[in-house]
């Protein structure tokens, strides 16, 4: 297969599971009224991080990172509403707006450290599973996350390491490594069946189901 076939196929699936990818939890999320173990602040910060994307892909003149993340945001932003509109915990959303500083401190000194901005995009990802995989390893109940959503991201980091590799595209290699051991660490918590005596505890919650 020549590497620009290679490129075509895999920017093609990259572009169609981002379109899916929020898909899952908004389904489940309006199927269920339940957010039980789902994180806001990653959701936000995912929104941030496939802004930033589009940015990217923009100045690139990648038409496959482009296309990526416009596909994503639609589904991105319908999750961010459905879960908005059913917590009433804020805890966290000190991350959304660091998150966002970062990217806009990194872009800035891209004249000078060019490097710096496409290696902080590669680590995006980071800032959507590692919230996502504290509030599922904290919480009792993780009902309210769907299973699809980090099946998708496993699939998508195995996608886009392979765009990465095949197009030259740095930020996606990293990308890909933390994509699938954060999906890796949810989906273990999600299978995981956790259930104490008392029923309530977390399994990173201390709780000692002692009355």
Known sequence: MSNDLLVLITG???????????VPQWLHVRRTDSIAGVSLPSI????VSTTAWLVYGVHLHD?????????????LAATFVAVMRRSDERTGMWLPFTWAALLAAAAATSPWLPSLFPAFLGCSVLWYVTPAALTAWR?????????????LLAMDAGVAGTYG??????????????????????LARIWWRWAPECGECAPLGGCTCTA
Do not use: E
């Not at 936000?44 to 929104?47: G, K, P, R, V, Y």
């Open 139 to 151: 919480s009792p109940d993780v009902s309210g996350i769907a299973t699809g959503t980090w099946l």
């Open 44 to 47: 936000i910060n995912t929104l």
């Open 12 to 22: 093609a699936l990259t572009t169609a599971l981002a379109l899916a990818f929020g």
């Open 63 to 75: 038409i496959w990172v482009t296309l990526t993340s416009i596909a994503g945001l639609p589904a």
């Open 165 to 186: 590799l095949a197009a030259g595209v740095t930020a996606y290699l990293v990308y890909a490594i933390v994509a699938i051991t954060g999906a890796v660490a949810v």
